[in-house]
């Protein structure tokens, strides 16, 4: 069933557990996904980057929704990672529940700016709004920000950010980055701690594919609501087309297209249960 991101968040953080955000691209993602989450009895969210909405359009969008509405779990769909008003208003216009309204890589006062004209056009159409502190390293599906761009968040500077924008969903930059972890992740859990004692809205955290246990349910603990899920899944569909193709030519494509779900949803799964979100719905 559609349902508010700030319902599912909102209730994430009161129990304690955080909901998977995944980025999807497709039909079998969308089936993938609604598929755990039904399975596990599990909110979830369906995610979207705003180059694959511009290449979908209104048809992708309004077939993430439709997938969403007909869950028998609550779901919710957002907009990811986008500086542009006018998909932004796009997604909006399509009835999304949220969008990422991003302006990490400007100035601060232009962050705080952008984010707080965007915050007022979401509430506006009844939608919600995360925006990002910091900046995030890492490559992933072209965009690519270097270590040397990256900026932990401040947690002052969050707190002065949540009361002047009125966003209400906040993504953090701790030592996560997009993309695959090419080294052992190291998160800042102690300036995380301190975000949370300044911001009382649910956190978010990027980059959680590839993270181990321990971590995510430390993020939990002190308050991230919300992991974002990219990598894992994306390579797990194109690793099944590659190995599929091999042996398979003269397949036929809806039966390829019912194992990619498959091969799909068991990522979903495990990223369900991870992060606590089974049996919530």
């Known amino acids: 069933m559609l349902t508010s991101t700030k319902d599912l968040l909102e209730k994430a953080q009161k129990y304690s557990y955080a909901v998977g955000a995944f980025n999807l691209y497709n039909l079998e993602g969308a089936k993938a996904v609604v598929n755990a989450a039904e399975a596990d009895h599990s909110p979830a969210m369906i995610q979207v980057l705003p180059h694959v909405l511009q290449y979908g359009g209104a048809p992708l969008m309004a077939l993430f929704l439709e997938a969403a509405d007909s869950a028998k779990v609550p779901m919710s769909v957002h907009l990811d990672h986008c500086e542009e008003q006018a998909i932004i208003e796009m997604a909006l216009e399509a009835g999304i529940q949220s969008v990422l309204a991003d302006g990490s890589k400007f100035s601060y006062p232009e962050n705080l700016a952008f984010t707080a004209q965007m915050t007022a056009l979401a509430h506006g159409k009844g939608a919600t709004v995360e925006a990002e502190i910091g900046r995030i390293s890492g490559t992933e599906d072209g965009m690519t920000v270097s270590e040397k761009e990256a900026k932990m968040t401040d947690p002052y500077q969050a707190r002065e950010f949540v009361?002047?924008?009125?966003?209400?969903?906040?993504?953090?930059?701790?030592?996560?980055?997009h993309g695959q972890y090419y080294s052992e992740p190291r998160l800042d859990f102690e300036r995380l701690a301190r975000v949370r004692q300044q911001?009382?809205?649910?956190?978010?955290?990027?980059g959680a594919s590839g993270l181990p246990a321990l971590m995510i349910q430390r993020a939990i603990e002190l308050g991230v609501c919300k992991f974002n899920v990219n990598t894992e899944v994306r390579q797990k569909y194109l690793q099944f087309w590659r190995e599929y193709g091999k042996t398979?030519?003269?397949?036929?494509?809806?039966?390829?297209?019912?194992?990619?779900?498959?091969?799909?949803q068991e990522i979903i799964a495990q990223k369900i249960r991870l992060f606590g979100s089974a049996g919530k719905a």
């Open 163 to 177: 009361e002047k924008s009125g966003v209400d969903f906040l993504a953090v930059t701790i030592g996560n980055v």
């Open 199 to 206: 911001v009382e809205i649910p956190l978010v955290l990027h």
């Open 248 to 264: 398979n030519s003269q397949g036929d494509l809806l039966d390829c297209q019912k194992a990619s779900t498959g091969a799909m």
